[in-house]
């Protein structure tokens, strides 16, 4: 069994997922993790040398964290330099044309619950069940910021919620597998949903 889900940056995807793979007792795949950790990989590299450094790449998943070439990088990649160059990075065509292959490679002899921007549409077309999770942009940056919150006692509501409506602009507007809604998934609004409420409907309709 394969589930795509699908949405724009801060609609809760990575914890939902998770939590549905978690329920269902599958594999959760954290796409945006794969690209956080090439762009680790990456990013002081020069640009011609990507191909051949990417042959020599390998990312696997071990429980709840991520090892790029044998080595857990589920924190580094967490950090804000990483975080910024990410979508920059997953741009660029090689970069993204290798992570699909290795995705599609992961769900090909497992059940797999995958989030991320291009699931439904480009990666697991094919995809028995799929979902794309949305919710009001103003909702996603309080979440977003309440959660920042907790680590920055200086950020800023307005700066969270101006990142966020470019992070969609960029999303849905980028030449390489842009963001979008496809004809067959189901779309979740979990702008008036809590965390419970979310995951129960999407098993709902699993089910």
């Known amino acids: 069994m394969k589930i795509a889900i699908d949405g724009p940056a801060g609609s809760g995807k990575s914890t939902i997922a998770k939590e549905v793979a978690s ?14 950790a090439i762009t680790l990989k990456l990013l002081n590299e020069n640009e011609k040398d990507f191909e051949k450094i990417l042959k020599d790449t390998k990312i696997e998943f071990k429980e709840d964290f991520i090892f790029l070439d044998g080595k857990d990088v589920s924190s580094e990649i967490r950090k804000n330099e990483i975080s910024n160059k990410t979508s920059e990075m997953s741009k660029n065509p090689l970069i993204r044309e290798y992570l699909v292959e290795m995705q599609r490679h992961i769900a090909e002899n497992i059940d797999v619950v995958m989030e991320g921007r291009d699931i439904g549409s480009v990666v697991l077309k094919d995809a028995e069940h799929k979902f794309f999770l949305t919710a009001d942009v103003e909702v996603r940056a309080r979440r977003r910021f309440n959660q920042l919150l907790e680590k920055n006692k200086d950020i800023e509501f307005e700066t969270v919620l101006e990142d966020l409506k470019k992070r969609d602009y960029n999303d849905t507007h980028r030449k390489n597998s842009p963001l979008i809604q496809t004809d067959d998934a189901i779309l979740i609004d979990s702008s008036n949903l809590n965390l419970e409420e979310t995951v129960n409907k999407i098993l709902e309709y699993i089910r």
């Open 23 to 36: 329920r269902l007792g599958i594999t959760y795949i954290d796409t945006g993790a794969m690209y956080r």
